[in-house]
T-cell receptor, first 114, second 108 residues
């Protein structure tokens, strides 16, 4: 069965370090998304991609970057982690650009920045 | 950006119907209404979506007001496995805008 996976599931890093969160989907979806989830804020969009070599900023993109070199993967990089980036991160993918298309979410990565 | 308003929490007895309301007074004509739910320690999962007409699927029903400024997610018989946070989302373009959702507690 097709799926979307994230790794690692849990990560603890020191302030100022760089970290990359992996997202891999086997749905062959062109559209992929990264969200963060914090108490009291629901999910907020960080970055998204409509296809290979395409990336776009979302609502809370400062301090994050993504790259899309193939259809299956959209890694999220924190160049210099800050304590404010402690959060749960979710990756999602979607088949088409239509507003009616369902998003499929990964299980999440819990990141703690000390 | 279009936004939604939902109650923070609701309770339901097991095996009874649940009506989860959502207000979206600034909805535009092309916005779809999506509902997702998030079980504890999991990613959100799709429940149902609609544009103008009421919709039914195996999980739930979606009732959309005639002016589209509100909608209601209906779980016909709540089970303990339905305890989750339910998000009402308007899709603008290719993006989803999540609010804080309604935390549903199902009482045995």
């Amino acid at each position: 069965d097709a799926e979307i996976t994230q790794s690692p599931r849990h990560k603890i890093i020191e302030t100022g370090r760089q970290v990359t969160l992996a997202c891999h989907q086997t749905w062959n979806h062109n559209n992929m998304f990264w969200y963060r989830q914090d108490l009291g804020h629901g999910l907020r969009l960080i970055h998204y991609s409509y296809g290979v070599h395409d990336t776009n900023k979302g609502e809370v993109s400062d301090g994050y970057s993504v790259s899309r070199s193939n259809t299956e993967d959209l890694p999220l990089t924190l160049e210099s982690a800050a304590s404010s980036q402690t959060s749960v991160y979710f990756c999602a993918s979607k088949e088409g650009r239509g507003t009616y298309n369902e998003q499929f979410f990964g299980p999440g990565t819990r990141l703690t920045v000390l | 950006d279009a936004k939604t308003t939902q109650p923070n929490s609701m309770e339901s007895n097991e095996e009874e119907p649940v009506h989860l309301p959502c207000n979206h007074s600034t909805i535009s004509g092309t916005d779809y209404i999506h509902w997702y739910r998030q079980l504890p320690s999991q990613g959100p999962e799709y429940v149902i979506h609609g544009l103008t007409s009421n919709v039914n699927n195996r999980m739930a029903s979606l009732a959309i007001a005639e002016d589209r400024k509100s909608s209601t997610l209906i779980l016909h018989r709540a089970t303990l496995r339905d305890a989750a946070v339910y998000y009402c989302i308007l899709t603008t373009g290719n993006q989803f805008y999540f609010g804080t959702g309604t935390s549903l507690t199902v009482i045995p």
